[in-house]
């Protein structure tokens, strides 16, 4: 996809979407409006994930942005509603990103993997795996870019229903 967009288009932004994401029109608004490309080339939709939890009702919402610390991604469960700040990772189902990371990226491409499969990709770091969407946060900041989330962007995401902000804040302790 990545490629695509670089190799085929002269468009700024590129809109990552998971299809069981559901991008509502105030929620497209308000990642376009947080966008900026160097200061926020890389705004994030606000998406639950679903995590399974011993003894309580699945699923356990859990806001899919996360702080890096010495013991992993830590999702942030805390934050301000109707809100927009600095954040380590995302997951990409719903990352609205401006070209010029996707080119940097491309430029300082491992060898291992080439120029056409540099973006994403999972695997062991210092004796824990990482899945591709935080990765590809981990090194975005590493290359000097910021990652933003923009709370009013709330995307439903459809497990066997679709989960939203009510039930994270159900959870909340």
């Given amino acids: 996809m990545v490629k695509q967009f670089l190799d085929n288009t002269k468009s700024d932004w590129l809109l990552m979407l998971d299809s069981d994401e559901q991008l509502t029109t105030p929620a497209f608004d308000a990642l376009i409006d947080t966008a900026h490309d160097k200061e926020r080339p890389i705004v994030a939709g606000l998406v639950f994930a679903g995590f399974g939890v011993p003894g309580k009702p699945y699923p356990k919402p859990v806001p899919a942005i996360f702080q890096d610390s010495d013991k992993g991604f830590l999702p942030l469960y805390k934050y301000d509603k109707n809100?927009?700040?600095?954040?380590?990772?995302?997951?990409?189902g719903c990352l609205l990103v401006h070209r010029s990371v996707l080119e940097k990226m491309r430029e300082v491409a491992d060898p291992n993997q080439g120029t056409d499969w540099c973006w994403f990709w999972d695997g062991p770091v210092n004796?824990?795996?990482?899945?591709?969407?935080?990765?590809?946060?981990?090194?975005?900041?590493?290359?000097?870019f910021t990652i933003h989330v923009n709370t009013a962007a709330i995307l439903p995401h459809q497990k066997s229903f679709w989960m939203e902000e009510?039930?994270?804040?159900?959870?909340q302790d």
């Fill in 127 to 144: 004796g824990e795996w990482i899945g591709e969407d935080l990765l590809f946060c981990r090194r975005a900041k590493a290359l000097g």
């Fill in 83 to 92: 809100a927009v700040f600095e954040i380590d990772a995302a997951g990409t």
């Fill in 166 to 171: 009510i039930h994270h804040d159900i959870w």
